[in-house]
């Protein structure tokens, strides 16, 4: 059985400043055009988002017009940037129940045919804010229960950026403390496949037998 699933990420659209929102419409267009089974989204829905604005609500309303199946992983303009980087509007409880109150669930499980998808909320790992050991309890028992089905994280942030033990700090990637924490959750499981966005660009390599990818087009195999 094969499953279409459409990766977009990175809408950043906003009510109040709407640079991008025209970027959004082509998006929307094109996955209608498409009707893929899926659509992962991978964050950064709204512009600034982690603020009390409208800018998560634009986004949403355009998903759920598509009446495609869809999952939303937040990005850091989505509830804020991890506490590890310095300097930037860091996710807390009040961001955190906002998006959950008008997106959903932060993180998740999906199985499909083969596969199962385990959805992470990369801005709260080692943070001890609300959701951050359910979250590592889940993909815990998420991969260790997974019935041979392959792995496949879906997170907002890469994990890294060429080594698992970079310690650069860096917006661009998980920091090494909670890429450690992730890592630790998974145990000796190396994920098939992680799809990520953020970066704002094309990436796809092999880092210790995993395949992360930044809305890089699969072929099926
Ligand atoms: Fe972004
Ligand atoms: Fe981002």
């Known amino acids: 059985m094969t499953i279409r699933i459409a990766q977009i990420s990175d809408l950043h659209v906003s009510a109040e400043k709407p640079f991008f929102n025209a970027n959004m419409q082509l998006a929307m267009d094109a996955l209608r ?3 893929p089974d899926l659509v992962l989204n991978t964050g950064d829905l709204g512009l600034f988002g982690e603020r009390d604005n409208g800018d998560l609500a634009v986004a949403i309303e355009a998903h759920a017009a598509l009446g495609l199946e869809t999952r939303i992983v937040p990005g850091n303009h989505d509830v804020g940037e991890h506490p590890d980087i310095p300097g930037r509007v860091w996710v807390d409880e009040a961001s955190l129940a906002r998006y959950r109150s008008r997106v959903g669930a932060d993180f998740w499980t999906l199985d499909l045919p083969g596969w199962r998808l385990v959805g992470l909320n990369s801005l709260i790992i080692g943070t001890g804010l609300s959701g951050d050991e359910e979250q590592v309890g889940m993909l815990c028992r998420a991969t260790q229960e997974r019935g041979g089905r392959a792995l496949c994280l879906v997170m907002h942030k890469p994990l ?3 080594d698992l033990e970079d310690s650069v700090v860096s917006n661009r990637f998980a920091t ?9 959750a998974l145990g000796r499981v190396q994920p098939n496949l992680i799809i990520c966005g953020h970066v704002h660009q094309y990436r796809d390599l092999a880092i210790a037998g995993t395949r992360p990818t ?8």
């Open 33 to 35: 055009r498409a009707k």
């Open 160 to 162: 890294c950026d060429l």
């Open 176 to 184: 090494l403390p909670a890429r450690r924490k992730l890592l630790a």
């Open 214 to 221: 930044s809305g890089v087009r699969l072929r099926p195999s």
